[in-house]
Each structure stands twice: as structure tokens, then as C-alpha cells.
């Protein structure tokens, strides 16, 4: 079965500095990854995907992230965190081989509060 | 450009009364979901529907009907409501492939008393 972890409910960082906010995943076939965000009382937006091709995916506001096969992770990185990407992210799995059904539906992590302080 | 649109923003219901949450898009998206959001439990899967006239049972069905109207819109029924469905409720659409993600609306924050 399809799942994803986010393993840290929440991570602080000082602004300035590089942030990472954790994702690994299980799935039977190649996955497709996707990242959102969630401002305060807003709905998610969609920050990044991974379908195929380079490793290191680049999407809105700065961000980033890596997918590596091995270690079936896909972290969101940004080289210098801003106050104001102080939010909720979620981390989203797919696995085409299971599309169709229940089995195609995106399975969400629980999401990563991220804080960042002046 | 509207995109996914959800109403009402707020609603506080009693115990036992009804209402409709109502969703709609205009991207001519084929799927279209309702989710749940409470504080550690991340988003939960209620109902969603792959195509125009079909609907299908998610994570946590119980309590709740839902209706996909037509292409745009797709409604969430609470017959009886009760505290534990106290939540903020999003609406998502999508394309029908596994290469896209969802389009999320900006949530209908619901309190049972």
C-alpha cells in the first residue's frame, strides 16, 4: 500500500538559514511526488512535483526538493527561510502503477508545521 | 480565474440540524474530493468522485452524503450533525491522470455545538 511520513511535526529555523522539512514515502512502482502548502486559514497551494527526469526539482517562492530513490525520500529545502514561509506543508505521494480506483487518489502525510523566527 | 470555490466560509450548526457544503470549479476538472483537516490527523479523505456520476467512499465516509451535481460541482451533506464533525473542510480538483496534483479550495470551517 501507498504511504507517506512526515516525520517531524514541526521544525523551527531562524530566518536566514537553509530549511528542510523531511518527506519519505512507500510505494510499489516509481512514485510521483508532490509538495503544497497551507497558510493560515487558507486552502493548500501547490508548491512542487516529481514525475521523472532530474532529481532536484525546483517550484515556487524558492523552494526545492530532492528525490532519491535509495532512501525513498523527497525533502523541501530552501537555501534561506523567510519569515513569512512560516506555514503548514504537506508532502503527497502517487503510485502510477496503482492508478485507478482508491489506489490513484493522492496519500498525504500529516504535515510539517514550519516556523521561522526573525 | 476562480478555480475551486467553496461555500460557506463559516457555518456553526447544533447538534442534529442538516446542512450542504458546496463546491464547485471551473477548470473542467474530471475528479473532484472532499477532505477533512483536525488538529494531528493531517488531511483525511471523506468522499470522492473520479468522473462526473460516480462517487466512492474515502477514508472517513460515516456521517456524510455527497453529491457530484454535475461536471463543476460536487456537493458534502451532513444529515445530522454532531460535535465529532466540528473540522475545516476543503474541496479539491483534478485533472484525470497520475501526473497532476490538486487544486484545493480555500476551506469551509464548520462548528458543531
Known amino acids: 500500500a501507498q504511504s507517506v511520513a512526515q516525520p517531524e511535526d514541526q521544525v523551527n529555523v531562524a530566518e536566514g538559514n537553509p530549511l528542510t522539512v523531511k518527506c519519505t514515502y512507500s510505494?510499489?512502482?516509481?512514485?510521483?511526488l508532490f509538495w503544497y502548502v497551507q497558510y493560515p486559514n487558507r486552502g493548500l497551494q501547490f508548491l512542487l512535483k516529481?514525475?521523472?527526469?532530474?532529481?532536484l526539482v525546483k517550484g515556487s517562492y524558492g523552494f526545492e526538493a530532492e528525490f532519491n530513490k535509495s532512501q525513498t525520500s523527497f525533502h523541501l529545502k530552501k537555501p534561506s527561510a523567510l519569515v513569512s514561509d512560516s506555514a503548514l506543508y504537506f508532502c503527497a505521494v502517487r503510485d502510477p502503477l496503482n492508478y485507478g480506483g482508491s489506489q490513484g487518489n493522492l496519500i498525504f502525510g500529516k504535515g510539517t508545521k514550519l516556523s521561522v523566527k526573525p | 480565474n476562480a478555480g475551486v470555490t467553496q461555500t460557506p466560509k463559516f457555518q456553526v450548526l447544533k447538534t442534529g440540524q442538516s446542512m450542504t457544503l458546496q463546491c464547485a470549479q471551473d477548470?473542467?476538472?474530471?475528479?473532484m474530493y472532499w477532505y477533512r483537516q483536525d488538529p494531528g490527523m493531517g488531511l483525511r479523505l471523506i468522499y470522492y468522485s473520479a468522473s462526473e456520476g460516480t462517487t466512492d467512499k474515502g477514508e472517513v465516509p460515516n456521517g456524510y452524503n455527497v453529491s457530484r451535481l454535475n461536471k463543476r460541482e460536487f456537493s458534502l451533506r451532513l444529515e445530522s450533525a454532531a460535535p465529532s464533525q466540528t473540522s475545516v473542510y476543503f474541496c479539491?480538483?483534478?485533472?484525470?491522470?497520475?501526473?497532476?496534483?490538486?487544486?484545493f479550495g480555500s476551506g469551509t470551517r464548520l462548528t458543531v455545538v
Open positions: 510505494v510499489s512502482g516509481n512514485p510521483y
Open positions: 477548470m473542467n476538472h474530471n475528479s
Open positions: 479539491a480538483s483534478s485533472e484525470h491522470g497520475h501526473n497532476y496534483g490538486y487544486t
Open positions: 516529481y514525475i521523472t527526469g532530474d532529481n
